[in-house]
């Protein structure tokens, strides 16, 4: 158990839809990092939060944002869905001097 | 741009035996981490073992450990007498120190133990 708890685990949505995955980070960890793993881009930094603040940004779409809320929870919102947005998304926490722990993922399926 | 290049899509080995996986990257930063990570079937992404750049000792866990060579930018993992539950996919990462200390992942290598 790495500590870091992601819901849902699985979400089937229809294309043009908005859905929203949930993290907690492990106890004490103010870091946040999000990842898209797909088959055909490999795993992709999207974004990483610290401590309510948006740290860092890689290849997120504009369609997708994120957020960490003061208890340092963090939800990613996904908008108008494409086919193409199905893929695994992980949650990961610490960074820094400390190495990034993964949460189980969320299973995004657009039908 | 930091890059990780894992040129193997896949390997095999026999169980009990010993396999190395091979990673190369590129950066212009001197000080920095690498990792590996393990992600069986279950999807799950498992952090088998870190290397600190400016740590000449390889890292060692249990039966893992790297072969870190900083100047040619190298960075593999042996597993030592491999068991059936090490069949997974395993991805090389980097990050740099400090605070914006995104993973970057090389596109993995899918390894099955023979029993």
């Known amino acids: 158990d790495s500590g870091v708890t992601q819901t849902p685990k699985h979400l089937i949505t229809a294309t043009g839809q908005r859905v929203t995955l949930r993290c907690s980070p492990r106890s004490g960890d103010l870091s946040v990092y999000w990842y898209q793993q797909s088959l055909d881009q490999g795993l992709q930094f999207l974004i990483q939060y610290y401590n309510g603040e948006e740290r860092a940004k890689g290849n997120i779409l504009e369609r997708f944002s994120a957020q960490q809320f003061p208890d340092l929870h963090s939800e990613l919102n996904l908008s108008s869905l494409e086919l193409g947005d199905s893929a695994l998304y992980f949650c990961?926490?610490?960074?820094?001097?400390?190495?990034?722990?993964f949460g189980d993922g969320t299973r995004l399926s657009i039908l | 741009a930091q890059t990780v290049t894992q040129s193997q899509p896949e390997m095999s080995v026999q169980e009990a035996e010993t396999v190395t996986l091979s990673c190369t990257y590129d950066t212009s930063e001197s000080d920095y981490y690498l990792f590996w990570y393990k992600q069986p079937p279950s999807r799950q992404m498992i952090l088998v073992i870190r290397q600190e750049a400016y740590k000449q000792q390889n890292a060692t866990e249990n039966r893992f450990s790297v072969n870190f060579q900083k100047a040619a930018k190298s960075f593999s993992l042996k597993i030592s007498d491999s068991q059936l539950g090490d069949a997974a996919m395993y991805f090389c990462a980097y990050t740099s120190k400090g605070a914006n200390s995104k993973l970057t992942f090389g596109k993995g290598i899918t390894l099955s133990v023979r029993p």
């Open positions: 990961a926490s610490g960074g820094g001097d400390q190495p990034q722990h």
